[in-house]
């Protein structure tokens, strides 16, 4: 199952840790983090880079998809047990324009995308599909096995 994040309220993704644990989560994430999720993504859009300062331990994306448009910005984040940031973070940008599938079955953590421009469709190894665009957020738990991309799209792979 691929879950939007924007449509997830805190409690309802506590739930789904709490209730998946390390099937949601991964082994590691699991036994790091216990039942709660460890990152924090945010995505905002500003006219001035300048106003704009990344926090400490933050990885952070910088996107200006139309010149004189302003600026996507996307920061992700690992909280520790402490709510401190820290920066054990893989991150790609993938740009695509066909289709392409991403093998997640030697991956035992949870993956986050944030779409930075355009649309596509998820679908996972299962056939579960979900529409996909910039300024939104998707998870994958750790049981994903591999996710096709269907449609025009530039966006972040994360995971701890």
């Given at each position: 199952m691929i879950y939007k994040l924007n449509d997830l309220s805190r409690q309802q993704l506590s739930l789904l840790?709490?209730?998946?644990k390390a099937a949601?989560?991964?082994h590691d994430s699991y036994r790091r983090f216990?039942?709660?999720?460890?990152?924090?993504v945010k995505v905002t859009h500003s006219l001035n880079a300048q106003a704009f300062t990344p926090g400490q331990?933050?990885?952070?994306?910088?996107?200006?998809?139309?010149?004189?448009?302003?600026?996507?910005?996307?920061?992700?984040?690992?909280?520790?047990?402490?709510?401190?940031p820290t920066t054990a973070l893989t991150?790609?940008?993938?740009?695509?324009?066909?289709?392409?599938?991403?093998?997640?079955?030697?991956?035992?953590?949870?993956?986050?995308?944030?779409?930075l421009e355009g649309s596509c469709e998820l679908t996972d190894n299962q056939g579960h599909t979900i529409a996909f665009r910039e300024g939104e957020s998707a998870l994958?738990?750790?049981?994903?096995?591999?996710?096709?991309?269907?449609g025009t799209i530039k966006f972040l792979e994360t995971y701890v």
């Open positions: 840790v709490h209730s998946q949601f989560l991964g216990g039942a709660r999720f460890p990152l924090h331990g933050v990885f952070c994306y910088v996107h200006r998809p139309v010149i004189g448009s302003g600026l996507v910005i996307a920061e992700v984040s690992v909280l520790t047990a402490t709510n401190e991150t790609a940008v993938y740009d695509l324009n066909d289709p392409m599938t991403i093998d997640y079955s030697g991956l035992d953590a949870f993956v986050i995308f944030v779409g994958i738990p750790a049981t994903t096995k591999a996710i096709k991309i269907e």
